[in-house]
């Protein structure tokens, strides 16, 4: 029973920071509502149109503002309130759930209206994401809590990915689509009242004054790129969000044509991804230390190409299923442990910024890739499409492995100098007196 216990406080220790335990219960009800407007919106797109490019176009339209926002995005997180620019970006993102309900709701709908709204949350996620993301270390005020913080942050929203495209499934079948937007709009509520409840530290570092924003961001590129360790990372994430993840554009493809399925099929296959995602978060949370992070990243880039090769040749449902599960736990474990690299390695001024093109290689990719696989599933069908994506991810990943000995060699000094991870620190102190570069 001790065990069991011990287990769990580990396993959620960051919760012990009040600020993040707030946004943890806030963010875990909104996001259920996120994941049931995001099935229901691809499946409606993919009734309305029956195609699958123009299926890809409407995601490209939606997260394109992330790739061009998202570096400048980065600025304004690091020299502006975070707190506060949350709090604005969640009220647009309720505006933009209620607008799409009631078009839905009062058969307005059409293509030009799903691509401007779409546009809208994506200018809205341009500024969330990095902020939000580079957000984390100011709500935890035990900094050791950091890399658990970051792992239960991924752990709910593949919570939410594991329960919610099952209920929007459901809710398309039996109530369609605006029912869906509706219930997405009023989740929103949680996580603002949640953050309008936080105590927040003012921080240090925030700079009001009129610098040059174009100046900012080029000295965050050069800091971003400069640095192997950061560079790697987010090419490989880079690499994987746009030839790898458009896989999950496709899936109503699948649902509908491949398993001749309905939204509820697709809603099962959305949470095999969810649930494999799930307990790849929950595995990152129950760990102490960030090293071996490096090798964990190239291995399970390795089991997410494979599961897209494996998954394009699947023709039932089950197998499907399971292929999915090992797909979701690939993409999560090399997502969030990018993620988890990058803050640790990240000084707290250019954490922002960081984040910044954390989120252009991870969200910023994806409208290309939705773009591309969208006109190369209509011309050539869409389990060739996922072949092709799987290979290349299985590329990316064996030249990142090769690469990792001198990663870990470069960023041995930062781990010495940062106080962030306890147990780094002490792994990488250990690794020094044995003359032996540390796992990052």
């Known amino acids: 029973m001790n065990f069991n216990i011990n287990f769990f406080n580990n396993l959620f220790r960051a919760l012990r920071n009040k600020n993040y335990r707030l946004f943890f219960y806030g963010q875990s009800l909104s996001l259920l509502g996120t994941w049931i407007q995001q099935v229901a919106l691809s499946w409606l797109i993919y009734s309305v149109t029956n195609s699958a490019f123009l299926l890809g176009f409407v995601m490209f339209a939606g997260q394109l503002p992330t790739f061009l926002i998202a570096p400048f995005a980065g600025v304004f997180a690091d020299r502006y309130d975070k707190h506060k620019i949350i709090i604005i970006t969640q009220v647009v993102s309720m505006l933009q759930a209620i607008l799409l309900a009631i078009f839905v709701l009062t058969n307005n709908i059409n293509i030009s209206v799903l691509i401007i709204l779409n546009i809208l949350l994506g200018i809205a996620n341009s500024f969330d994401i990095p902020t939000r993301q580079s957000f984390v270390i100011q709500m935890v005020e035990h900094k050791e809590d950091l890399p658990n ?17 099952a209920i929007a499934g459901i809710l398309v079948a039996s109530l369609g689509e605006g029912i869906c937007f509706l219930i997405n709009a009023i989740s929103f509520v949680f996580v603002i009242i949640s953050l309008a409840l936080m105590k927040v530290k003012k921080e240090e570092n925030v700079d009001h004054e009129n610098g040059s924003i174009l100046k900012q961001l080029k000295e965050g590129y050069h800091y971003s790129f400069g640095f192997l360790p950061i560079r790697s990372v987010i090419l490989l994430l880079a690499a994987v969000s746009l030839f790898g993840n458009p896989y999950m554009v496709l899936l109503p493809v699948f649902a509908k044509n491949i398993l ?3 939204a509820t099929t697709l809603g099962y296959l959305n949470s095999a991804v969810g649930l494999g995602a799930l307990s790849a978060a929950l595995y990152l949370a129950s760990r102490k230390s960030t090293l071996g992070l490096g090798k ?7 089991i997410f190409a494979l599961s897209l090769i494996s998954f394009s040749f699947s ?38 910024r960081v984040m910044s093109f954390y989120t252009v290689a991870f969200r910023g990719m994806a409208p290309f890739g939705s773009l591309w696989a969208g006109t190369f599933a209509d011309n050539f069908g869409a389990p060739l499409t996922v072949l092709i994506s799987g290979i290349v991810c299985l590329g990316a990943g064996i030249l990142f492995f090769k690469n990792l000995k001198i990663i870990r060699i470069a960023a041995k000094p930062i781990y010495q100098q940062k106080g962030l991870i306890p147990e780094a620190a002490k792994g990488v102190q250990v690794a020094s007196n044995l003359s032996l570069p540390p796992e990052n």
């Not at 913080?149 to 495209?165: C, D, F, K, T, Y």
């Not at 964990?296 to 390795?302: E, M, S, Y």
């Not at 089950?318 to 390695?345: E, H, K, R, Y």
């Open 296 to 302: 964990i990243i190239a291995t399970t880039t390795f």
């Open 260 to 262: 001749n399925g309905d």
């Open 149 to 165: 913080a970051i792992a239960l942050n991924s752990s709910i929203v593949n919570g939410s990915r594991l329960i919610g495209p």
């Open 315 to 352: 023709k039932t449902f089950p197998l499907s299923f399971i292929i999915l599960l090992f797909c979701g736990f690939g993409m999560m474990m090399q997502t969030a442990g990018s993620n988890t690299i990058l803050q640790t390695l990240s000084n707290d001024d250019m954490r922002g």
